[in-house]
């Protein structure tokens, strides 16, 4: 799959309408951010990756893509992505973000 410039500038919606709230880490979805919607307080589960490589950015914007046409009740559902490109001295970066829907996990109250 060849990259056009549309696609390393795809921006998401999300990021306009929603806030970073928190950063986590766990053992379910490993590190992520929490945005907020600024008006209806829905949350959104964000995932990052940056690479320098333009071969891994196709490979890894494929599967995003992939992931994003992929609909299973067992499965997080994938909102929308990004891809971001980004200069930093002598190197230019990529950035993929995915955002997810997200289900706060506290399964305290089940054991009760």
């Not at 690479?51 to 994938?78: F, P, Q």
Request: overall charge positive; charged content about 20%.
């Amino acid at each position: 799959m060849s990259l056009t410039q549309f696609d390393v500038d795809r921006v998401s919606t999300i990021d306009k309408t929603h806030s970073h709230v928190h950063n986590y880490e766990n053992l379910v979805f490993g590190p992520h951010k929490i945005f907020k919607h600024l008006t209806t307080n829905e949350l959104v589960l964000v995932k990052e990756k940056t690479t320098n490589s333009k071969i891994e950015l196709s490979h890894d914007s494929s599967n995003v893509e992939k992931r994003y046409n992929l609909r299973h009740a067992n499965l997080l559902e994938m909102k929308d992505w990004s891809i971001i490109k980004k200069s930093q001295m002598c190197a230019t970066f990529y950035q993929i973000k995915t955002y997810f829907h997200y289900h706060p996990t506290n399964l305290l109250h089940l054991i009760a």
